[in-house]
């Protein structure tokens, strides 16, 4: 069993540049969720996908930033027009399964954005 | 008030013996809790979820949960330097699938 995969893990870019990130969910997994992290802060809820719909989007995407998943498996989150204050980790993680078990979330390693 | 709280640290313990992590939320209708461990420049890895009232145990870990109060523990039993790390307190809200997180306290174990 794989765990959840993201790629990059790393990406430096130029502010105003766009940058777009990919998530491998766990196979069996029909939730996807993306997080934001910061230095000395916990993840921050951006957006989450059950299938390939998205049923939930925090007030931090901002209209810069968008996310699929087309096909009910990976998913790409894009940001446009990067600023600065885009600098940090981008985390993505998946559930699946009935009751308690779809609540629990499993995170991949993250793809850490540097905007210079 | 922020939805989960936490205090950051760090809470430094020595070897062998028992961290205590505490949590506490706000939004009293929540029903799943959990606790991650992140090390430094890694993403957060699960070590245990609970939701019912009471104690949990899983080898040298055991959550606690009291709805009533809106608080969780965390009890690192015979603690080893490897178990330093940031640990984040999770809450899923009622309505939603998003969890929300504390911002995590640090715990060192000195030898």
């Known amino acids: 069993d794989t765990g959840v995969s993201q790629d990059p893990r790393h990406k430096i870019t130029k502010r105003g540049q766009n940058v777009t990130f990919r998530c491998d969910p766990i196979?069996?997994?029909?939730?996807l969720y993306w997080y934001r992290q910061t230095l000395g802060q916990g993840p921050e809820f951006l957006t989450y996908?059950?299938?390939?719909?998205?049923?939930?989007k925090s007030r931090l995407l901002s209209d810069r930033f968008s996310a699929e998943r087309p096909k009910g498996s990976f998913s790409t989150l894009e940001i446009q027009r990067t600023e600065q204050g885009d600098s940090a980790m981008y985390l993505c993680a998946s559930s699946g399964g009935t009751g308690s078990a779809g609540d629990t979330q499993y995170f991949g390693p993250g793809t850490r954005l540097t905007v210079l | 008030q922020k939805e989960v709280e936490q205090n950051s640290g760090p809470l430094s313990v020595p070897e062998g013996a028992i961290a205590s992590l505490n949590c506490t939320y706000s939004d009293r209708g929540s029903q799943s809790f959990f606790w991650y461990r992140q090390y430094s420049g890694k993403s957060p890895e699960l070590i245990m979820s609970?939701?019912?009232?009471g104690d949990k145990e899983d080898g040298r870990f055991t959550a606690q949960l009291n709805k009533a109060s809106q608080y969780v523990s965390l009890l690192i039993r015979d603690s080893q330097p490897s178990d330093s790390a940031t640990y984040l307190c999770a809450v899923k809200r009622n309505s939603g699938y998003a969890l929300n997180f504390g911002k995590g306290t640090s715990l060192l174990v000195t030898p």
């Open positions: 196979s069996e997994h029909n939730r």
């Open positions: 609970i939701y019912s009232n």
């Open positions: 996908f059950q299938n390939e719909a998205q049923l939930e």
